[in-house]
């Protein structure tokens, strides 16, 4: 008894040891985890650093150059408009220089040859004299030209206002800031079929928004790229592959500012939920590549165009958007249904629940009292489904019920869906009359 009581005990303490041990494996991975955490955090602060410090840089280093190249280009300018003041009033000067000294020159001449009549031959003195005085009177010698006084000629000089060092200095000082954190960050990426929703707040209680800017890539080798612009702080990216990681980015811009903001954080957004797509081979329907929207065609053949899949689950939100409208008739439908049925031309059926594009709300082929607005052009149509289990559900029958709230132009339905069987998965279907409406899923 001894030995099996002191057998029991090794046993114990050997499982309370591997308990131990596997316990300070588990906490030494967290802690190591952590470690890593650390290591980004560190370098996520030492790499925006550097940035910042080059952006900086650059940024005053060409304010420098535009600013030298400004005042070189202003002083040009202002050189050149003293060399215009001053030629354009040196130029009359001149012109009453010349007439001044024309004038000298020929008082020269007179003085030289009154000075020869009067000194000369006695016998030619009288004609010389005579001569002398003709010339005089007709050279008018009380005639003098007017030569400007310095108050009415130009003064030239410089008006340099010294506010502008104070200005100037007042506003770079004010240039720029730096701040530890974009004022706006990646808040949830909530998973779609095809599609991811990604949604973003502001961090900044002192920054107003206006437009926020959404940027996602593939791949670290790819760059970004826009793909939303715009007010609102959601939006649905599509045409996302999925088990695939992208990699997004957000930033804004300040109400009343041009410039955009720092980028946010990168962060992963992945989706595993498979794409809805629209089965193929329906005459009436011709479908984008990615066989999520579907058009209505002239073609005469009609029916309703079903999921390539079961690809809607409870829990999910199932979307139509209206692309294009065509011709409205009472036998047009979206919804879903718990499984495809050649030969039918509306979802107005049992084992099914849709919306006709005049509003009309149809359960199991009957329609409700309840209405929702008509379907136009850029309508959205959602369907949110839960499961209300009334009794058991088996493989022979069983009552089963799903909560469905369908939600169109801000306005919606809720009705509760009683089907004869457990419904994992649905089918979600349209059918239109006329051509001309085009309907995206996601």
């Not at 009415?152 to 004010?174: E, G, H, M």
Request: net charge negative; aromatic share 8%.
């Amino acid at each position: 008894m001894e030995a099996a009581a002191a057998e029991a005990e090794v046993r114990l303490l050997l499982q309370e040891a591997r308990e131990s041990i596997e316990a300070a494996r588990s906490y030494r991975r967290e802690l190591q985890q952590r470690l890593r955490g650390l290591h980004q955090a560190r370098e996520q602060i030492k790499d925006s650093a550097t940035l910042t410090r080059d952006v900086l840089e650059q940024h005053f280093s060409d304010l420098k150059g535009t600013l030298k190249k400004l005042l070189d280009e202003r002083l040009m300018s202002l050189l050149q408009e003293v060399d215009v003041i001053e030629q354009e009033s040196i130029k009359p000067l001149d012109e009453c220089q010349k007439l001044i000294e024309h004038g000298v020159s020929t008082a020269d001449d007179l003085l030289r040859e009154g000075e020869s009549a009067v000194d000369g031959d006695v016998g030619q003195q009288n004609e010389k004299l005579c001569n002398f005085t003709k010339k005089a009177l007709h050279i008018q010698l009380d005639s003098l030209p007017e030569v400007p006084s310095l108050v009415d000629v130009p003064c030239l000089s410089a008006q340099l206002d010294d506010c502008l060092l104070t200005i100037l200095k007042n506003q770079i000082f004010r240039h720029g800031t730096v701040a530890s954190r974009p004022p706006v960050q990646l808040e949830e990426f909530v998973e779609k079929p095809g599609g991811i929703l990604v949604r973003w707040c502001k961090v900044d209680e002192d920054f107003i928004p206006q437009d926020y800017r959404l940027q996602y890539r593939k791949s670290a080798a790819s760059p970004f790229e826009d793909v939303y612009v715009g007010s609102e702080s959601e939006f649905m990216v599509l045409h996302i592959d999925p088990h695939v990681d992208y990699q997004f980015r957000v930033c804004a811009r300040g109400d009343g500012r041009q410039e955009w903001s720092p980028w946010s954080v990168p962060q992963i957004g992945r989706t595993t939920l498979v794409p809805h797509e629209w089965t193929t081979g329906l005459e009436g329907y011709s479908l984008s590549s990615r066989r999520n929207i579907a058009l209505r065609n002239d073609s005469q053949s009609c029916g309703v165009l079903y999921s390539k899949a079961p690809t809607y689950f409870c829990g999910q939100t199932l979307t139509f958007r209206i692309e294009t409208v065509g011709q409205p008739d009472r036998r047009d439908s979206l919804g879903v249904c718990v499984e495809q049925r050649n030969g039918d031309d509306s979802l107005q059926r049992d084992q099914a629940v849709c919306i006709s594009t005049n509003g009309a709300v149809f359960v199991n082929g009957k329609e409700m009292t309840n209405q929702l607005p008509a379907v136009t052009s850029g309508s959205t149509v959602t369907f949110d489904m839960e499961v209300v289990q009334l009794g058991p559900c088996s493989n022979e029958g069983g009552n089963f019920k799903l909560r469905v709230t369908i939600s169109s132009n801000n306005r919606e339905v809720v009705f509760d869906w009683v089907l004869d069987q457990c419904c994992g998965s649905l089918y979600f279907g349209c059918s239109f009359s006329y051509p001309g409406w085009k309907v995206l899923v996601f």
